[in-house]
């Protein structure tokens, strides 16, 4: 017979009930959903704590600020991106105007100081708008509000920016030399132009691709009467040059470099571009009381004899009157032949 096992002793052998090994002590068994509700309200009750509360508003408040920046930035962006159109005074008010004088007036005075021409620059145009503020109001608000096109701006300053091309230069020299030339010999108009077509005929070339790369599509259809010229009609009598005139002391190097603007701003914008600051800025009046012509510019004889010993005017009477230049030098050529 296999020996009898007691019930106790049995019971001693057999493992300890599931619930012995589910649960500690004094924690009842529970089941899987009611685990899953008794963690949920325990995260409710969390989410419900001030400390939870307080986190939650500072990352609302951050992402808030942060919106804020990015649109501010877009914003800033936008408006760099989108800046004030250009106008005819704001042309003349610019650092580029002043810089490109500057330049001018030192290609004509190497020896200059540049910081000093500078501030005379900036003077000068200072002036300029407050004369035409002064004598011009009605011009002078049109300019406020006549718009310029990067296209348009570049055109109107083609011929300032010519001002120190290296053959303008030489031009200017020549015209110079012809004018002291003949008021030292006490020599009248015809002495004159004689001496101007001799001195720039060699130049010929020069001023006809001056004249192109100026007035690009311009008519380049030059007179070949000397006489029919405006500035033979108009003028007579013995060559006058104030050669003793001291250039420092006044800007009429700015005007005339204000007036030639002042011209190619006319070309470009036509009539929507006032006439009278150009008419202001006149580098010289027609010397002859008795002409009848009103062209309202300067012929090209007057205008040299006035403007010297001003190299910048000079130069604004060449390039204002390029074409009766280049005729003059031609007949003279075929008279010659």
Same mark, same amino acid.
């Given at each position: 017979?296999?020996?009898?096992?007691?019930?106790?002793?049995?019971?001693?052998?057999?493992p300890?009930?599931?619930s012995?090994?589910?649960?500690?002590?004094?924690?009842?068994?529970?089941?899987?959903?009611?685990?899953?509700?008794?963690?949920?309200?325990?995260?409710?009750?969390?989410?419900?704590s001030?400390?939870?509360?307080?986190?939650? !508003?500072?990352?609302?408040?951050?992402?808030? &600020?942060?919106?804020? #920046? =990015?649109a501010? @930035?877009?914003? /800033?962006? +936008?408006?760099?991106?989108?800046?004030?159109?250009?106008?005819?005074?704001?042309?003349?008010?610019?650092?580029?105007?002043?810089?490109?004088?500057?330049?001018?007036?030192?290609?004509?005075?190497?020896?200059?100081?540049?910081?000093?021409?500078?501030?005379?620059?900036?003077?000068?145009?200072?002036?300029?708008?407050?004369?035409?503020?002064e004598?011009?109001?009605?011009?002078?608000?049109?300019?406020?509000?006549? !718009?310029?096109?990067?296209?348009?701006?570049? &055109?109107?300053?083609? #011929? =300032?920016?010519? @001002?120190r091309? /290296?053959? +303008?230069?030489?031009?200017?020299?020549?015209?110079?030399?012809?004018v002291?030339?003949t008021?030292l010999?006490?020599?009248?108009?015809?002495?004159?132009?004689?001496?101007?077509?001799?001195?720039?005929?060699?130049?010929?070339?020069?001023?006809?691709?001056?004249?192109?790369?100026?007035?690009?599509?311009?008519?380049?259809?030059?007179?070949?009467?000397?006489?029919?010229?405006?500035?033979?009609?108009?003028?007579n009598?013995?060559?006058?040059?104030?050669?003793?005139r001291?250039?420092?002391?006044?800007?009429?190097?700015v005007?005339?470099?204000?007036?030639?603007?002042?011209?190619?701003?006319?070309?470009?914008?036509?009539?929507?571009?006032?006439?009278?600051?150009?008419?202001?800025?006149?580098?010289?009046?027609?010397?002859?009381?008795?002409?009848?012509?009103?062209?309202?510019?300067?012929?090209?004889?007057?205008?040299?004899?006035?403007?010297?010993?001003?190299?910048?005017?000079?130069?604004?009477?060449i390039?204002?009157?390029m074409?009766?230049?280049?005729?003059?030098?031609?007949?003279?050529?075929?008279?010659k032949?």
């Amino acid at each position: 017979d296999s020996p009898r096992v007691s019930t106790s002793a049995r019971s001693a052998t057999l493992p300890p009930p599931l619930s012995h090994w589910m649960a500690p002590p004094g924690l009842a068994l529970t089941s899987s959903s009611d685990e899953e509700e008794q963690l949920f309200n325990q995260a409710g009750a969390q989410k419900r704590s001030p400390a939870f509360l307080m986190a939650g !508003a500072a990352l609302g408040a951050a992402a808030l &600020a942060g919106i804020v #920046v =990015l649109a501010g @930035y877009a914003t /800033g962006s +936008m408006s760099r991106a989108q800046p004030q159109p250009m106008t005819v005074r704001s042309l003349l008010e610019s650092e580029e105007l002043a810089d490109d004088m500057t330049h001018n007036i030192m290609a004509y005075s190497g020896d200059a100081d540049a910081g000093v021409v500078h501030v005379r620059v900036l003077a000068g145009l200072g002036d300029i708008r407050a004369a035409i503020q002064e004598q011009a109001p009605e011009a002078h608000n049109q300019m406020g509000s006549l !718009a310029l096109n990067p296209k348009q701006k570049e &055109a109107a300053m083609r #011929v =300032l920016k010519a @001002y120190r091309d /290296g053959r +303008m230069v030489g031009l200017t020299r020549k015209v110079t030399a012809a004018v002291r030339e003949t008021a030292l010999e006490k020599g009248d108009q015809s002495v004159l132009a004689r001496k101007l077509a001799a001195v720039l005929t060699p130049s010929l070339s020069d001023m006809k691709q001056l004249h192109k790369e100026m007035f690009p599509g311009a008519n380049e259809e030059f007179k070949l009467d000397l006489h029919d010229m405006p500035g033979l009609k108009s003028w007579n009598g013995e060559v006058q040059v104030d050669l003793g005139r001291r250039l420092s002391t006044d800007s009429s190097d700015v005007r005339a470099q204000a007036h030639t603007l002042f011209r190619g701003l006319e070309r470009e914008l036509g009539d929507a571009m006032p006439k009278a600051p150009a008419r202001m800025l006149q580098v010289a009046a027609t010397s002859s009381s008795s002409s009848t012509e009103s062209t309202g510019e300067a012929s090209f004889m007057d205008c040299i004899t006035k403007a010297v010993p001003n190299p910048a005017a000079v130069c604004s009477c060449i390039a204002d009157n390029m074409k009766d230049v280049v005729s003059m030098v031609m007949n003279f050529i075929q008279n010659k032949s």
